[in-house]
Structures are given as C-alpha cells and as structure tokens.
C-alpha cells in the first residue's frame, strides 16, 4: 500500500501525521514544489516582519523526523506534473509514482501583479522583511488580511505605509461590509493610510500608479489580491476542476469521486453540509482539519463521514487579535461592541470578534450545533 501526498505544506504535513496516527505503516510519499522541508505561513506576514523577529523560518520538523519517525520518503523541489486517475499514478519530472491512496494538498499561489511583490512563501517574506528592515515606504495593493498585517508590521516600525484598495469597504467578501467598515477603523487609528475604492494601474520604479494619474512612491508595493488553487498540474486528470478557479470539487468527505483521490486545504472546493453549497477556504484551521481527515479517508473510504467543521481564522493587526467562524453570507448582521453576529433564516451562521478570543470559539460550537439566533443574541448581550 502506497499513500502519496502531493504539496509539503500544512495540509500534507498533517495528512502524513493522521496516517501514521491512525496505525498506517505502508509507504507514504511526500512531493512538494518548494526546495523546503515543510513550514507554517501564518508568522511569514506577522513575528517573521517584526523588527527583532526570527531570522529564518523554521520547519514544523527537521527532516530527520520527517523520514525516520514519520517514515516519510520526501521528493522536495520536485513538482508533480501530471495525474493519471486510472493507472493511479502521479508524475514529477517524467517519473511515475504510483498510488493506492492519494492526498491532493498543493493549496494556492498568489495572485501577483508586475513590479509588486506577493507574500506567500519564505522567500517572498524574506524580501519583504529585508526592504522594511531598510526603511520603505510602503505601499499595500489590496486591503486583505495578508495585506493588513504587512501594513501592520511596517506601522510597528514606525514606517509609511499605504493601502490602495479598489473596493469601497475593505474585507466585504471575508467579513461583509458592516464588519469590513469596522475593521477599516484599525487602520486608521495606527496611521495606515487607507485609498479605498481606487484602482492600480501599475507599478514601476517610481511607485505605483493610480487611476487619476497620481503616483504613489514607494520603495516596497506588495500584493494581497488573493490566490489561486494551484491545480494546473491536474487539467486533462478527469478530476473535476471547479469552473471559476480550478480548485478540486469534492464532496463533504473531501473525495474527489476518483478512486482513492482526496483533496484538502485551499486546492478544495468542500460540499458543506452545515451551510449548503462549496467552501473553498484560505484557512490554516481548515488547512489543518482537511488534511488529516483527507488521509484517514483516502486510507479507509469504507470509514469516511461527512467533515462538518465550522470555519475558522484569526488575523493579528496593529496589536488586535481578529478572530472570525462560520460563514459571513448572511441576511442580517448585528454588531455590538467587538462582536459582529451574522444570521442566515433563524440561524446563527458566522461571528467575528476583536481581541476576544475565549468567546469566539463558543460562537463556533453554537453555530456547529445550529443554534438559534435569538439564543445567540442573548449569548452575545446584544438583546
Ligand atoms: P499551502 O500552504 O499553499 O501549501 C501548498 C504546497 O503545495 C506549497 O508548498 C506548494 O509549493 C506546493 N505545491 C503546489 N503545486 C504543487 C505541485 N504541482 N506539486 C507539488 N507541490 C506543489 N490563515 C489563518 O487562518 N490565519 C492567519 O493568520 C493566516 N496567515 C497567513 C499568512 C500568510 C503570509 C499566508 C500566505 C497564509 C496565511 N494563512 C492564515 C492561510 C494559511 O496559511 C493557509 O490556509 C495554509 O497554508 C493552507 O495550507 P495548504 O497546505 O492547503 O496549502
């Protein structure tokens, strides 16, 4: 029995440590596209920026813990190029490895624009932290989470910094506009200066360009503007690829419907039984949950049960804690201090919080236990 993994990231770190958990002791092969043993991205936009952080980025484990206790066979700096559902085999450079079980984990690339920098790998955080540890004036495109904790980062060092974001309220997809306008508040409190609704035309050696003409100087412009599931490897597969983004369609099992084949972390596009529809998450929880599950299921699909996890993340900016679960796709959305409540029919469906940590999670098991929402409010004190 062979169970590979491809990408060597939060979700197939936690697959590879689920299937040895669960007693598995055949053959598990992890490929991963970067020349890194696998490591967590959350710090790269947070402590690995603070002027006095961490150096380096750290490993979840040193590789001998990855091949000798995990009893993992690492094929890094080594893409997968190709999935052949029916021989089930995976390809990296010409080579076939063949499969019974098989974890798709190889999440999403940045969304990048020329001349600005994305921050999604160790090596994007360290140009970032170079140029802000030389001073730069900043500028943000895109008023996202990523985006947020860059302008974060280089406000803690008492540097310039700008976000240019082409929305009217920033976050209104991630949190709604209510929350998102709120949210919005942080920035300006810590000196961000934040261009809503303006559009980039483009970035060059003078700084970036906006769309009245005006140039922003900068010495460092860097992109949140989203990512993409990195599933180019996979057309032509027979796995369905979903028709917006190409992420993996799976059902509420992680299954892709190809034998032995399951996907977890942002590559998946999840059926969700709790909110209806599919989620496809940029979330380390989510990341993390999926991949473990993912290989449990890929290893025994006679055992696989619907995943019903309640979406959860948490964002750091300028010393605030911001923590959001379940789903901001609402009817109604009432906020009462630092808490936002979202009700879906008589349902609580999402929450957010600033600097509230304790209280979020109960929100999360409400939500997962379908409470109602008068009893939510209650909870909450808002009536
Ligand atoms: P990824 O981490 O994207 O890993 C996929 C891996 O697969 C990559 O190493 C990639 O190189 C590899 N790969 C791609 N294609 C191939 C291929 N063809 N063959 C082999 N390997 C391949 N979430 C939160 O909830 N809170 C936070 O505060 C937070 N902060 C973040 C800060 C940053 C800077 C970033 C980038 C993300 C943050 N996230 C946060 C999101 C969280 O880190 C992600 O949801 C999580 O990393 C997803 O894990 P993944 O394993 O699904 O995908």
């Not at 080579?95 to 020329?114: E, F, S």
Request: hydrophobic share 45%; with cysteine; aromatic share 4%.
């Amino acid at each position: 029995m062979t169970l590979v993994v491809v990408g060597a990231s939060l979700a197939g770190l936690r697959a590879v440590e689920a299937a040895r958990r669960t007693g598995y002791r055949g053959r598990i092969v992890l490929i991963g596209a970067e020349e890194h043993l696998p490591y967590d991205r959350p710090p790269l936009s947070k402590a690995f920026l603070a002027d006095g952080g961490p150096r380096t980025v750290e490993p979840f484990h040193t590789e001998e813990v990855l091949r000798e206790v995990l009893g993992v066979e690492l094929l890094l700096g080594a893409p997968a190029d190709g999935l052949d559902i029916g021989s089930r085999e995976v390809t990296v450079a010409g080579t076939a490895v063949r499969y019974d079980a098989l974890v798709i984990a190889t999440g999403a690339t940045a969304r990048t624009l020329p001349g600005a920098r994305a921050l999604r790998t160790a090596e994007d955080a360290v140009a970032v932290r170079d140029a802000l540890d030389r001073g730069a004036r900043t500028v943000v495109i895109g008023a996202g989470f990523i985006g947020s904790e860059v302008a974060s980062a280089a406000r803690a060092r008492g540097l310039p910094v700008t976000i240019v974001e082409a929305a009217v309220v920033p976050l209104a997809r991630a949190v709604g506009e209510t929350a998102g306008a709120a949210l919005a508040g942080l920035h300006h409190e810590a000196g961000t200066e934040l261009r809503l609704g303006t559009e980039v035309t483009g970035v060059t050696a003078d700084g970036v360009h906006l769309a009245g003409g005006e140039v922003l100087p900068a010495d460092l412009v860097v992109a949140g503007i989203g990512a993409v599931p990195a599933t180019g490897w996979l057309e032509g597969s027979g796995l369905v690829l979903h028709e917006r983004d190409r992420g993996v369609v799976c059902d509420a099992t992680l299954s892709s419907g190809a034998p032995g084949v399951y996907a977890a972390g942002d590559v998946a596009h999840v059926a969700s039984s709790l909110f209806g529809g599919l989620l496809r998450l940029e979330h380390w929880t989510n990341a993390a949950e999926q991949g473990a599950a993912a290989a449990r299921h890929a290893l025994d699909p006679a055992a696989a049960r619907p995943l019903e996890t309640v979406p959860y993340f948490w964002s750091d900016w300028y010393g605030h804690r911001i923590q959001f679960v379940g789903t901001p796709d609402a009817d109604e959305v009432v906020t009462a201090g630092d808490t936002t409540l979202y009700r879906r029919g008589d349902r609580l469906v999402g929450a957010l919080t600033v600097d509230r940590p304790r209280e979020i999670m109960k929100h999360r098991r409400r939500i997962a236990d379908r409470a109602h929402w008068a009893d939510a409010l209650a909870f909450a004190g808002t009536t």
